[in-house]
């Protein structure tokens, strides 16, 4: 016991026990925090969503991610259909949300309607309903939504501004992102696109 006295009395031999005792803590939290991480690993997800960061656990009920679905919904259909003379005014969003069938779908509508967005001078933006939303057992998912759209536009030959409004019927599939680490901002990608557009009123009707 005398040799215990003589180390607590030392203030070199007194250090180098806290010393030691600091190390020790700090190997077994590295330990600890590692095991951690490991265990982690197979279940978060990490994404990034509207500039703040979200983790996402892998075994959470599809019905918790209603809500990111829809998010989704609005988003995908605001950049489709939200639109002026020169194309969707969110265009870049368009390879980040499509892919597959769903991109080549997008495209081609753009491309079909190009001219007449350009030689009318169309504006036209989109408000959604109530997104419904099915889930797969294999994390994929389908949503249905309905809406309005407005639309103004220029008559060539009459020179006047015409406005009208469509129905908007839209079904959407979607896949989990596999892409995360060059497109992270977004959990889900849209790989089938189906909408259309009933018109309901217009300015040109009532002239």
Not at 194 to 205: A, D, G, R, V
Request: one cysteine or more.
């Amino acid at each position: 016991m005398k040799g215990v006295t003589d180390m607590f009395i030392a203030k070199d031999k007194l250090a180098i026990f806290w010393f030691l005792v600091s190390c020790g803590c700090i190997i077994a939290t590295g330990w600890y925090l590692h095991g951690l991480a490991i265990e982690g690993r197979g279940r978060m997800l990490y994404v990034p969503i509207e500039r703040h960061d979200v983790y996402l656990d892998r075994d959470r009920k599809p019905e918790d991610l209603n809500e990111v679905v829809d998010f989704h919904t609005r988003l995908t259909m605001e950049t489709v259909l939200n639109c002026g003379p020169r194309g969707p005014v969110n265009a870049e969003r368009i390879g980040r949300l499509f892919v597959d069938n769903g991109l080549d779908q997008v495209l081609l509508d753009i491309q079909d309607n190009r001219y007449d967005f350009r030689s009318r001078q169309i504006h036209q933006m989109v408000e959604l309903g109530q997104v419904n939303v099915v889930h797969s057992p294999d994390g994929s998912a389908v949503t249905s939504t309905q809406g309005q759209l407005i639309r103004v536009s220029v008559d060539p030959t009459l020179k006047e501004t015409v406005v009208q409004s469509f129905t908007v019927d839209a079904t959407l599939r979607w896949r989990r992102n596999a892409n995360l680490r060059d497109n992270k901002r977004f959990m889900f990608v849209c790989y089938d696109i189906s909408y259309s557009l009933k018109q309901t009123s217009s300015s040109e009707s009532q002239n």
